[in-house]
């Protein structure tokens, strides 16, 4: 069977910033992708998180080869889990 993921995101994250990209339906048959940078502070986490939460991601897959990758995580599933 075959899981098709209605938004899913996806997330570079790099020492300073983390890149986004979500796809989400665009009202008909077609999608629309949102590519948004934010900063991988506290803040600019916690805003990248309300930026996910705004566009209703339901899946998010993440390539992290730094510590920026687990401090997002972690305020990522403090207020739902993704």
Do not use: K
């Not at 995101?9 to 992708?33: I, K, Q, S, Y």
């Not at 339901?58 to 997002?72: I, K, L, T």
């Amino acid at each position: 069977m075959d899981v098709i993921v209605e938004r899913p995101a996806a997330l570079d994250v790099h020492n300073a910033t983390v890149m986004a990209c979500v796809r989400a339906p665009d009202g008909g048959r077609r999608r629309v992708e949102h590519v948004a940078e934010f900063q991988t502070t506290v803040q600019g986490l916690l805003t990248l998180r309300d930026w996910l939460e705004a566009h209703e991601v339901d899946q998010v897959a993440m390539e992290a080869s730094s510590q920026p990758g687990a401090r997002f995580a972690s305020l990522a599933t403090s207020s739902r889990s993704f």
